[in-house]
């Protein structure tokens, strides 16, 4: 049985992509995946019509469904958040970095994923909004969760696999992602040392904190 898997290309998702093109070149004839590009909101929309079975979709929106214990991970800083000065402006993109802005009370333009880490690396002012969030509670911030509408028993089974795997990104992988995105290849390793997946008790916590407020 096949999952369409609803996928986003940003950075921080780069290891649990590689991790699944792993899974597939040994599973491939017990499993077909098939995928669904697009942005969080997007995702979001796919996996609540059903149109993707599995995906990370926005913490904001994982409420009601059906999830896993992986997510999308920032303790303290996670550079590709950002509230930068100015008049209030969401990111379309974005439900749970929208809702973090308003339950911090903090007022801005909303920016994430590529964009917001160039801002950050080219110096230019913002605030980091995990951050934020822990200076507010102490405790790390979930962006996303790992949920599905069908295939649990495949789904769990990934996410336990992933959990407990290592994976180092190829040198070549990481040139490719860095001339893609307009990212040194360092700054893309650093970048992804501040992301994790596993949600501990913590993480729960958090997610539990946020989602009730």
């Given at each position: 049985m096949g999952i369409q898997f609803g996928s986003i290309g940003y950075l921080n998702l780069l290891p649990f992509q590689l991790f699944l093109k792993k899974h597939l070149r040994s599973n491939a004839a017990k499993m077909g995946f098939r995928y669904r590009r697009g942005v969080p909101s997007e995702i979001n929309a796919?996996?609540?019509?059903?149109?993707?079975?599995?995906?990370?979709?926005?913490?904001?929106?994982?409420?009601?469904?059906?999830?896993?214990?992986?997510?999308?991970?920032?303790?303290?800083?996670?550079?590709?958040v950002l509230l930068l000065p100015g008049k209030r402006q969401k990111d379309p993109a974005s439900a749970t970095s929208n809702h973090l802005a308003e339950i911090l009370g903090l007022k801005g333009k909303v920016l994430i994923g590529d964009a917001a880490l160039h801002h950050y690396l080219s110096g230019r002012e913002g605030i980091d909004l995990a951050q934020a969030w822990h200076d507010?509670?102490?405790?790390?911030?979930?962006?996303?969760?790992?949920?599905?509408?069908?295939?649990?028993?495949?789904?769990?089974?990934?996410?336990?696999?992933?959990?407990h795997s290592r994976i180092r990104i190829p040198q070549y992988i990481l040139h490719k992602e860095a001339k893609k995105r307009n990212i040194g290849a360092k700054e893309l390793s650093w970048y992804l040392e501040h992301i994790y997946y596993q949600m501990d008790w913590r993480a729960k916590r958090s997610l539990k904190q946020f989602l009730n407020a």
């Open positions: 796919a996996l609540k019509r059903r149109a993707v079975d599995a995906a990370f979709i926005s913490s904001i929106e994982s409420k009601k469904c059906r999830c896993t214990d992986l997510g999308i991970i920032a303790n303290k800083h996670v550079y590709s507010k509670t102490g405790l790390p911030f979930v962006f996303a969760r790992l949920c599905y509408t069908k295939n649990g028993t495949q789904v769990h089974r990934l996410a336990k696999r992933f959990a």
